[in-house]
């Protein structure tokens, strides 16, 4: 089993659709809890990190943390076809060396 | 956020030929840089953690002579895949966390190497 799993999709929705990426993980010691946004060819880019159960908005990303149910999510309001990537989670430990761990990663396809 | 930069962002090289790959953090210092592989619509793969001023440590199944990793300052990382055949063309990207907060890595923006 994977210490992280993501459905690689791809995942298509219309303009302005609202966007549920999810990825559920084994290993309670992950603490932090990231969402990369990674463009064909490019690195990875950073979007949200949350560190606690719960919500955290920013913008028009919210990023969800359940830690008993091993889960987290990320919700894309009025989803723009800019917004067409592919979006990784990833976690990290505090033991361990502090390594990244990362999700397959979901392609997003947003059609205008 | 903080940049971090990679040089060069392809090569095309022929097999049994070395390549150096660089990765620089511009506006901030890192003891500790990581070297991912990713393959066409796969994730991330850790290859290595890179620690300037001592060796570098390898995932299980990365060989260590052949992905030659040099950290050489608090800014500058490199990897230098040895004698490189057809199956070492991937995406290779570096990452860096500013200022030991490892939940804010930032990445290069890869390097693709094709081996011929």
């Known amino acids: 089993q994977k210490e992280v799993e993501q459905d690689p999709g791809p995942l298509s929705v219309p303009e302005g659709a609202i966007v549920s990426l999810n990825c559920t993980y084994s290993?309670?010691?992950?603490?932090?809890f990231m969402w990369y946004r990674q463009y064909s060819r490019k690195g990875p880019e950073l979007l949200m990190y949350?560190?606690?159960?719960g919500n955290k908005e920013d913008g028009r990303f919210t990023a969800q943390v359940d830690k008993s149910s091993k889960y987290i999510s990320l919700f894309i309001r009025d989803s723009q076809p800019s917004d067409s990537a592919t979006y990784l989670c990833?976690?990290?430990?505090?033991?361990?060396?502090?390594?990244?761990?990362f999700g397959a990663g979901t392609r997003l396809f947003v059609k205008a | 956020g903080a940049v971090v930069s990679q040089h060069p962002s392809w090569v095309i090289c022929k097999s049994g030929t070395s390549v150096k790959i660089e990765c620089r953090s511009l506006?901030?210092?890192?003891?500790?840089m990581f070297w991912y592989r990713q393959f066409p619509k796969q994730s991330l793969m850790l290859m290595a953690t890179s620690n300037e001023g001592s060796k570098a440590t390898y995932e299980q199944g990365v060989e260590k002579d052949k992905f030659l990793i040099n950290h050489a300052s608090l800014t500058l990382s490199t990897l230098t895949v040895t004698s490189a055949h057809p199956e070492d063309s991937s995406f290779y990207i570096c990452?860096?966390?500013?200022?030991?907060?490892?939940?804010?890595?930032?990445f290069g923006p890869g390097t693709r190497l094709t081996v011929l």
């Open positions: 506006d901030f210092q890192a003891t500790t």
């Open positions: 990833a976690m990290v430990s505090l033991t361990g060396g502090f390594k990244t761990i």
């Open positions: 949350t560190y606690s159960s």
């Open positions: 290993n309670s010691a992950f603490q932090y």
């Open positions: 990452s860096a966390p500013q200022a030991g907060v490892y939940n804010e890595q930032f």
